[in-house]
């Protein structure tokens, strides 16, 4: 059974870092592009980076110049580098991953369980 599974998350105050990692277990032929995800109370799913294979990546706005993501395609890991963080960037952050199965298989979407961070003083 694939599973992807977050770690990292926790209280920070303003302005300090955190750093979030997932990875993907099971069995899968290969691992396309990987992201983080997150919703704060109230508010709908946003997507906050992604990363291709070959390490491209983009960024929604107001986290850009302060996030970084990045993976390790050996260790079928993606990690999010949260700097400067603000207390608007509280949410339930997510993983997920394009999976494909087996060699003939389409790829689909997987969804880690989600890892909390909160910003405050």
């Known amino acids: 059974q694939v599973q992807l599974v977050e770690s990292g998350g926790g209280l920070v105050q303003p302005g300090g870092s955190l750093r979030l990692s997932c990875a993907a277990s099971?069995?899968?032929?290969?691992?396309?592009?990987m992201g983080w995800s997150r919703q704060a109370p109230g508010k709908q799913r946003e997507l906050v980076a992604r990363?291709?294979?070959?390490?491209?990546?983009n960024y929604e706005d107001s986290v850009k110049g302060r996030f970084t993501i990045s993976r390790d395609n050996a260790k079928n890991t993606v990690y999010l580098q949260m700097n400067s963080l603000k207390p608007e960037d509280t949410a339930v952050y997510f993983c997920?991953?394009?999976?494909?199965?087996?060699?003939?298989?389409?790829?689909?979407?997987?969804w880690g369980q989600g890892t909390q961070v909160t910003v405050s003083s």
């Open positions: 990363i291709t294979t070959l390490g491209s990546t």
């Open positions: 997920n991953a394009r999976l494909r199965i087996g060699a003939r298989d389409d790829s689909d979407n997987y």
């Open positions: 099971g069995r899968f032929f290969s691992i396309g592009v």
